[in-house]
T-cell receptor, first 113, second 114 residues
Framework: DAMVIQNPRYQVTQFGKPVTLSCSQT?????MYWYQQKSSQAPKLLFH???????NEADTPDNFQSRRPNTSFCFLDIRSPGLGDAAMYLC????????????FGPGTRLTVT | KQEVTQIPAALSVPEGENLVLNCSFT??????LQWFRQDPGKGLTSLLL?????REQTSGRLNASLDKSSGRSTLYIAASQPGDSATYLC?????????????FGTGTQLKVEL
């Protein structure tokens, strides 16, 4: 049973053309995360939602934004993608508290042409 | 700033060998450490989660240990199989504000050969 679902799995966009990536979960977890993983690099946390509270990482570019309309869904918006934004984007969820592990989706591979 | 290092970056072993993957971190004030597996072009699969108060966790052929004071964790894989071939990532959590904010290492790419 799919628990963290990301759509689309592959996304191609043009330089400067806004793009939205989607994540949904069936776990009813109250925390959702977005990570960026470039080729051969470690995943890097962009931001996370604790319920409706948005928490941005200090070094996340302004070009990246997120929305969480309800518990199940979270979106990553890239306002003006550059070639350097080509990466795998990973969504994860967890329950509140440090004792709980994170569950990841399959990722969306973004290509910028 | 927390730095997480994984050694070796790549490892190739024959099937059946026992092996150890290493993870080190610079800030020992962690709340937990999580080991993941990542297959090429895929997302991350959680393998083991160790709380800061624990010294080890086991799941099947996998055993993870944690020495918080020295900033080290190891993932032991017993009787390796070709299906174990993947990249293994460790990640530490320094934050207790709700959920976990993970800082990842760059991983160890494991290949188990027939």
């Amino acid at each position: 049973d799919a628990m963290v679902i990301q759509n689309p799995r592959y996304q191609v966009t043009q330089f400067g053309k806004p793009v939205t990536l989607s994540c949904s979960q069936t776990l009813n977890h109250n925390v959702m995360y977005w990570y960026q993983q470039k080729s051969s690099q470690a995943p890097k946390l962009l931001f996370h939602y604790y319920d409706k509270d948005f928490n941005n990482e200090a070094d996340t570019p302004d070009n990246f934004q997120s929305r969480r309309p309800n518990t199940s869904f979270c979106f990553l918006d890239i306002r003006s993608p550059g070639l350097g934004d080509a990466a795998m984007y990973l969504c994860a969820t967890s329950r509140d508290g440090t004792v709980y592990e994170q569950y990841f989706g399959p990722g969306t591979r973004l290509t910028v042409t | 700033k927390q730095e997480v290092t994984q050694i070796p970056a790549a490892l190739s072993v024959p099937e059946g060998e026992n092996l150890v993957l290493n993870c080190s971190f610079t800030d020992s004030a962690i709340y937990n450490l999580q080991w993941f597996r990542q297959d090429p072009g895929k997302g991350l699969t959680s393998l083991l989660l160790i709380q800061s108060s624990q010294r080890e966790q086991t799941s099947g052929r996998l055993n993870a240990s944690l020495d918080k004071s020295s900033g080290r964790s190891t993932l032991y894989i017993a009787a390796s199989q070709p299906g174990d071939s993947a990249t293994y990532l460790c990640a530490v959590n320094l934050w207790a504000g709700g959920g976990n904010k993970l800082t990842f290492g760059t991983g160890t790419q494991l290949k188990v050969e027939l």
